[in-house]
């Protein structure tokens, strides 16, 4: 009796449509730009679009650098004078009234925020690039002179 209910379940199981699962596709990297540099020496400095140097004088240890990846990349370059840069990333999120936030409620993550830590290395050049992880592939980058 087991055996012809289990084969009458499987019979019927087969005739049932799959339940479909629809997915946004990741969205390719739209933005990467440094927002933040941080030492002990000047507090968080913001950096703005177009900027090319630090207005402060950083240099001495602990400098940290912020960098915001909009969309979603594979593989980030981040070098300092190009010396590889470590670094860690936490998912950032958008809500309806567009101001990016992380994502400890359940909202689309729509990019990352790295931060770097220059571990030592007291000034020069931040490079940071990634490559789109889908279509249409495309590489970002930005750079920042660190003084």
């Not at 946004?24 to 913001?46: I, N, Y």
């Not at 593989?75 to 990333?89: C, I, N, S, Y």
Request: aromatic share 8%; glycine share 8%; net charge neutral.
């Amino acid at each position: 009796m087991k055996r012809n209910l289990l084969a009458v379940a499987c019979a019927v199981g087969l005739w049932l449509p799959a339940q479909l699962v629809n997915a946004a596709s990741a969205p390719p990297l739209s933005q990467v730009k440094v927002l933040k540099v941080e030492s002990p020496t000047c507090g968080f400095e913001d950096i703005t679009d177009g900027q090319a140097q630090t207005r402060c004088d950083h240099s001495g240890p602990n400098i940290k650098v912020y960098v915001l990846e909009v969309g979603y990349g594979h593989q980030p370059h981040v070098t300092l004078d190009g010396f590889e840069v470590d670094g860690t990333r936490s998912p950032v999120c958008a809500f309806s009234n567009g101001n990016l936030t992380d994502c400890s409620t359940r909202t689309q993550v729509v990019g990352y925020l790295y931060v770097f830590d220059l571990k030592g290395k007291q000034e020069g050049t931040f490079s940071f690039s990634n490559t789109s992880i889908n279509a249409p592939g495309n590489r970002m980058s930005t750079q920042l002179y660190i003084k």
